[in-house]
């Protein structure tokens, strides 16, 4: 319900009803779709976090059929809450390099997990390297081969690890926040939103990261059996509608449009559920990672 006060001011600026009028569709239109990535037909699901689809569609040269999709979350937590909200996953196994995945209670639902930001951590680039995270998907592959893959990339996420990203001095991916740590800065997006950063510099850092990993994502594909699926959690504004980074709740085009490539194998895997393993909990370092990710 709007004031009298916001009536007049949205007669006498007429652009931000506009924006006011695209908010709402994007809130409690778009936002309320998305695709649900449990439900759909794989063997094994490659997340790339925070990969929007028209990168992706001018980068990428793997082989498969490649559509768009709507996420059902504008970050990774509502991406995670709302695609995984069932109580187990006995027949699938989840790989991942993003925290949070633990943070949000997810990671303990399925038959087996593995924690990369835990045991693979470059703490130079603050953040899993994408060969890591291969060798790993590959060896639970081995460990559960009966069982459906999630793997779950950093990159093209920040930390950038290309050569361009690497010049520039950031802290957090998406803006909330100085982390306490004596080589940040303000974030990236920050930056941008000051005009202290060429947003040019920030695309192209973006976009190495991504370059840099899609080598490792064709690794995987031909490795694995079965279908396999590249898709992404969510995209990045880089700028749109005065956005940067993955706000919530923020569900514009740049932001939860992402790929769906399929990718089909000769011969489907066999999916069988099974127990969800117990797992002896390390000293949690998640807090730490959060913080070198930019979450915190």
Known sequence: MYSKEQLLYGIKNPTSIAWELSWAYHRFVR???????????????????????????????????????????????????RNFSAEAYPETVYVSANPQVQNHGIDHKFADRVRLWETHWDEDLRTVP???????????????????????????????????????????????????????????????ERGDLDRDRVYQAYVENLELTLPHVETLLDRLNGRAVVTSDHGNALGRWGLY??????????????????????????IEAGEIQDHQEMES????????????
């Open 31 to 81: 936002g309320q779709s998305g695709v649900s990535v449990i439900d759909r037909d794989w063997d094994s699901l490659i997340i790339l976090d925070a990969c929007r689809y028209d990168i992706f569609e001018s980068t990428a040269e793997l082989d498969g059929t490649l559509q768009s999709v709507v996420s059902k979350g504008s970050n990774t937590e509502e991406f995670l809450r």
């Open 130 to 192: 994408p060969k890591d995270v291969v060798d790993a998907a590959l060896a639970a592959h081995e460990r559960h081969p009966k069982k459906r893959l999630i793997v779950h990339f950093v990159q093209p996420h920040y930390p950038f690890i290309g050569p361009t990203g690497r010049k520039i001095e950031h802290g957090t991916l998406h803006g909330d926040g100085v982390i306490a740590d004596k080589r940040d800065g303000d974030s990236v997006w920050r930056q941008l």
């Open 245 to 270: 980074g993955h706000p919530y709740k923020r569900y514009t085009t740049e932001v939860v449009k992402v790929p769906w490539l399929v990718v089909d194998g000769e011969q489907r895997r066999t």
């Open 285 to 296: 370092t998640v807090e730490e990672r959060l913080h070198d990710l930019g979450y915190r």
